[in-house]
């Protein structure tokens, strides 16, 4: 049995790309200003594995979506509430935590957004919670 592990970082190619993972964990990439290939995103699993610091108070966890009957990781208390609120606004049918890495071109910054999901009228929607 493999272990399973986050999507490495990598240097820029010179694009703004996505990546992420699907059903069998494999990495795929598309191209972010390429409107065809960012609609062929469907991550199935997280891109990079959650983060704990020492100083860190304990408050990650699994939320339980009514919605998909499936348990999402979330990170912080903010993201907690952000996919309970997720989870009864919205008709979910698939939801992932930490879906994809974006990396840009600039200066190869890379970013994990905290949920992507899909709603039954066919919408997918890319969610980064942030404290206030």
């Known amino acids: 049995m493999s272990k399973i592990t986050g999507i490495k970082k990598t240097p820029g190619t010179g694009v703004d790309r996505i990546e992420w993972k699907d059903a069998k964990h494999r990495v795929h990439s598309a191209r972010a200003t390429d409107?065809?290939?960012?609609?062929?995103?469907?991550?199935?699993?997280?891109?990079?594995?959650p983060m704990k610091w020492d100083t860190q108070r304990s408050s990650q966890g699994y939320y339980w979506c009514a919605c998909t009957g499936t348990m999402v990781r979330y990170e912080s208390m903010s993201e907690f509430t952000?996919?309970?609120?997720?989870?009864?606004?919205?008709d979910i049918v698939d939801i992932v935590s930490q879906p994809m890495m974006l990396t840009f071109q600039r200066d190869d910054l890379h970013h994990v957004p905290d949920v992507f999901f899909r709603t039954a009228q066919g919408e997918n929607i890319l969610v980064d919670v942030h404290d206030t």
């Open 82 to 90: 952000a996919l309970m609120l997720l989870d009864h606004l919205f």
């Open 35 to 49: 409107p065809a290939s960012v609609e062929k995103v469907a991550p199935a699993h997280p891109a990079r594995l």
